[in-house]
């Protein structure tokens, strides 16, 4: 745009000489006919002053002359337009009908705020059932979760139970070795007995923490396992959408191929020359199938070996894409098409990835908390047998024994608070593990809820909201932004708030290098100037606009909205020369003059001619637009 605008201030300039050229044939006659006029008015008058007074007055001379027209000017204006880095637009993930807007121009937004919802729309068989299962996977969750308080708390009963009924145990002790009326001591002693009891009582609990553990641990495996399969598919899903870009999205590759590619297999119509790139994704596809079928997959650090190699293929892929558009050979729907392909592939394998490492992690820390609890009561139950082994040699039925029943007993009693006090924290740790399995569950299936749904317009960036493009009830696309914020953190305003861009024509390509400082102001604001330092320049010209892209540095205390049009001036390097008619020129001394008016007389000044053909004349030198000329004048 920038070079037809340059091509028609020539063909405007070109008309100008014609307009003048006329003009200046049209201005001879006038001129003559004038000249003519003024004489016989002269005559006239000197006779009828003749003939009224002997006395005459002087006469000023009129002079006629011309404008000078300016042909080159050591100064060019630029359109271009200001880059805010701070500002950042919002767009929906999915087309449809906006039901409600909670964000408004000058809010403040954070990542991940809800900043409109899209009326809900069916999804595709596929994500309904997705959904559908991540639904009752999380009801599966919530009703563990209820049965395991109920459970629970029925565990904590019993064993206040049987604490209640050890105190009636010690009363009975008691009433059974003292006499109730000299308080002397009873023949019977039940110590034994109560040992074996308490030996049963963590025999049970011994069983039913080692069930607790190979269920907790089968159920943590069979996540790992599930893991797995996600991540499986996911790196299938990365190899096929692999295939689809190589071949162009033109269906090259019969789906699932499993065969080594060479860079010749690549579909033409992407374009691609660069070797470079055509080696790098070749070589990590065909290093991403052995990994993936060739080597298989056995063992967790196969699943992220194999994973690492996806990413990296996919990056491989985005480059081959991003040169593919360069080349223009592919249609920008099929751009499209080909990277919203690969981010998904990407989006598939960060969320296996994660899922699966979720699940590893909460294997070690299961496994860790349900081993411990089961070597407490076995070492518990192990003590206790030894207990009991020593109360049977060492059973005598005396004073000191029913004593130490008794205090055994109370010891009981003790062990058994105690017990209760852990079975209570245990019940609580199994109780908030539930729900916390309840929580992943709900929270995994909102997620999916929401990727499939997509009602919900969240914010990918931090900032205050400064453009809204949406109202409720309007139908909206995916490629139409919603939002815009600004003051939005992102790597290239760390380095500059504020750029201005605009293109350079080809032809003056040389005139401006990096650090080089530009000035430029508002188109309504023309006396207000603004600096700006160049920073980056474009290494190729656009082959539409033969131009080169340039960007120039704003202050960060300069702030500009974003896409604010501006006027950059460039100073050329050139003269200023002026176009003039041939016949004004004179010569003397080798040296070229005209005749100026400053005053009431013609003046000398001299000038440098460029160029001459007879007609016209440019010339440089001390003139401008306002010099006057003068026509047909040679001196006194």
Same mark, same amino acid.
């Given at each position: 745009m920038k070079k037809m605008n340059f091509i028609a201030d020539i063909h405007q300039k070109r008309i100008k000489e014609i307009l003048l050229t006329k003009k200046y044939v049209i201005g001879g006659i006038i001129c003559v006919l004038l000249i003519g006029g003024v004489s016989f008015g002269k005559v006239s008058g000197v006779s009828k002053e003749n003939e009224n007074t002997d006395i005459q007055t002087p006469q000023k001379t009129a002079y006629n002359f011309i404008y000078p027209e300016k042909i080159h000017d050591e100064e060019i204006q630029l359109i271009g337009r200001v880059l805010s880095h701070e500002t950042a637009s919002v767009f929906p993930r999915r087309s449809g009908i906006v039901g409600d807007i909670l964000a408004d121009i000058g809010d403040s937004v954070k990542k991940g705020d809800v900043l409109a919802y899209l009326l809900p729309e069916g999804? $595709?068989? +596929?994500?309904?059932?997705?959904?559908?299962?991540?639904?009752?996977?999380?009801?599966?969750?919530?009703? $563990?979760? +209820?049965n395991t308080q109920l459970l629970e708390q029925a565990g904590i009963d019993r064993m206040e139970q049987k604490v209640e009924e050890k105190f009636v145990n010690l009363r009975t002790i008691k009433n059974d070795n003292y006499s109730s009326q000299d308080n002397g001591l009873r023949m019977e002693n039940e110590e034994i007995n109560l040992a074996e009891a308490k030996l049963s009582v963590l025999e049970t609990q011994l069983n039913k923490a080692e069930n607790n553990r190979d269920a907790k641990l089968q159920e943590s495996k069979n996540s790992i396992e599930n893991a797995q399969d996600t991540v499986y598919v996911a790196l299938q899903h990365t190899y096929q959408t692999a295939l689809d870009v190589m071949g162009g999205g033109s269906g090259r590759f019969d789906e699932g191929s499993n065969r080594v590619i060479s860079e010749n297999d690549l579909n033409p119509s992407l374009g691609i020359l660069d070797v470079n790139v055509r080696n790098e994704v070749v070589a990590n596809f065909n290093n991403y199938r052995k990994a993936l079928y060739v080597y298989g997959i056995t063992t967790d650090e196969d699943y992220f070996t194999a994973i690492e190699g996806g990413k990296e293929l996919l990056m491989t892929l985005q480059r081959l894409i991003d040169a593919s558009s360069s080349s223009g050979k592919l249609s920008s729907s099929m751009i499209n098409d080909l990277s919203n392909k690969i981010h998904l592939s990407q989006d598939k394998i960060d969320s296996a990835s994660e899922k699966l490492q979720k699940a590893k992690d909460s294997?070690?820390?299961?496994?860790?908390?349900?081993?411990?609890?089961?070597?407490?009561?076995?070492?518990?139950?192990?003590?206790?047998?030894?207990?009991?082994?020593?109360?049977q040699s060492k059973w005598q039925k005396s004073k000191s024994q029913v004593e130490s029943q008794i205090s055994l007993t109370e010891s009981g009693i003790e062990q058994m608070q105690k017990e209760l006090e852990y079975t209570r924290a245990m019940a609580q740790k199994n109780i908030d593990a539930a729900k916390n399995q309840y929580n992943i569950a709900n929270t995994a299936y909102l997620k999916v809820a929401a990727q499939k749904g997509h009602t919900a317009l969240i914010s990918p960036f931090s900032g205050i909201v400064s453009k809204r493009s949406i109202e409720v009830g309007q139908n909206i696309m995916m490629s139409q932004s919603a939002f815009e914020l600004v003051d939005v953190d992102?790597?290239?305003?760390?380095?500059?708030?504020?750029?201005?861009q605009f293109g350079l024509p080809e032809d003056l390509q040389t005139i401006l290098s990096l650090d080089d400082e530009i000035t430029f102001f508002l188109p309504e604001q023309e006396t207000k100037l603004y600096r700006a330092r160049v920073t980056r320049i474009s290494p190729q010209v656009d082959s539409e606009l033969h131009t080169f892209t340039v960007q120039a540095k704003l202050l960060d205390d300069i702030s500009l909205p974003h896409h604010t049009s501006v006027q950059v001036k460039i100073s050329t390097g050139e003269k200023k020369s002026y176009r003039v008619d041939s016949s004004v020129l004179k010569r003397e001394n080798n040296q070229n003059y005209v005749w100026i008016l400053k005053t009431d007389e013609p003046e000398r000044l001299y000038v440098?001619?460029?160029?001459?053909d007879g007609e016209f004349a440019e010339i440089t030198g001390d003139i401008n637009e306002q010099t006057k000329i003068v026509l047909n004048y040679y001196g006194k």
């Open positions: 999804v $595709e068989n +596929e994500s309904s059932l997705e959904v559908e299962t991540q639904r009752n996977a999380m009801q599966k969750a919530k009703d $563990e979760y +209820e294997y070690t820390v299961i496994q860790a908390d349900v081993v411990d609890a089961v070597s407490i009561l076995k070492r518990q139950w192990e003590e206790q047998k030894q207990n009991i082994a020593l109360l992102t790597s290239l305003s760390q380095k500059a708030k504020n750029e201005i440098d001619v460029i160029e001459e």
